[in-house]
């Protein structure tokens, strides 16, 4: 075959070059703006957490080291993503943060699935947390209670339990407390972040995680 006509038969098979690059190039832009985006309303969320919740933030790590200090433990749940993040900080302190040390007693609520399933099964699953915090919490432990909404019933529930059995409740909310807000008491910590959208909420939690860790850890042992 003449190689003139390949070389016709390859230009004409191909897309046309421009619109194809222009397509494909406006859907990356749209792509890069909305993660810049997310980026952005995340920095956000977090310089106004800053302006607002160090202080609180701080309390509720005395609060939990001196519960440590004093043979306690800490029970932690929420649902979803919140669930995760309970785990998260349990497993921060059962086994290390940032330094090695003594693993330090914390449950989370939301990892026992024949647990989770047979109270729900039984009773309800708005009582999976109550009852496991009605077993297993004494008078100076601390329920850490994880809602982005404050209107989680199961994590609710287990305030009201954490209650009855004379613990102390550090709550994790956002938005306007919801009715977690509602259910503390004097001795409780709220750290609710100013933010509505559930994304920018669990990213401050997390870093309100790692606060509560590094001041559990310096309460014990560093300086304060």
Known sequence: MDPRRISCLIVDETPGPRAGIT??????MDAESRVSNHFAESIAAKQAAAELLPPIIANAGLLMGQSLQRDGKILSC???GSAGDA???SSELLNRFERERPGLPAVALTTDSS???SIANDYAYEEIFAKQ???LGRGGDVLLAISTSGNSENVNRAIVAAHERS???VALSGRDGGEMAELLSAGDVEIRVPAERTARIQEVHLVVIHCLCD???ESLFGSI
């Open 87 to 89: 785990q998260h900080f």
């Open 23 to 28: 397509g494909n190039g406006q859907k990356t």
């Open 115 to 117: 647990t989770l399933t």
């Open 133 to 135: 915090v009605r077993a």
């Open 78 to 80: 929420g649902n979803g």
């Open 167 to 169: 613990m102390q409740v």
């Open 215 to 217: 001041l559990i850890d």
